[in-house]
């Protein structure tokens, strides 16, 4: 079965950097759109971050030219680079692939507060 294991959150200053980890198994990761999720207090899942197995990439406005997403297809982990941290990106962030949505692992909380 598929497996989701995120790390790398943690309380940061606005304008702060943070990076995400998230190692993947159960599937044959390198064919897969992966993408970053995430889900404020009383809000609804959202997708800031899509890279393809070609390593396209797709941003939100919101987080355009702020987050960074890559891949690496050795270590089936996929990163979520995010500078210029704001409040409004306090959530708990999970990744996915998104074509197939396997059950969400626990994710890791970004809190960003001064």
């Known amino acids: 079965h598929v497996q989701l294991v995120e790390s790398g959150g943690g309380l940061v200053q606005p304008g702060g950097s943070l990076r995400l980890s998230c190692i993947v198994s159960g599937i044959s990761f390198s064919i897969y759109t992966m993408g970053w999720y995430r889900q404020a207090p009383g809000k609804q899942r959202e997708l800031v971050a899509s890279i393809t197995n070609g390593g396209s990439t797709n941003y939100p406005d919101s987080v355009k030219g702020r987050f960074t997403i890559s891949r690496d297809n050795v270590k089936n982990t996929v990163y979520l680079q995010m500078n210029s941290l704001k409040p409004e990106d306090t959530a708990v962030y999970y990744c996915?692939?998104?074509?197939?949505?396997?059950?969400w692992g626990q994710g890791t909380q970004v809190t960003v507060s001064s």
């Open positions: 996915n692939a998104p074509t197939i949505l396997a059950a």
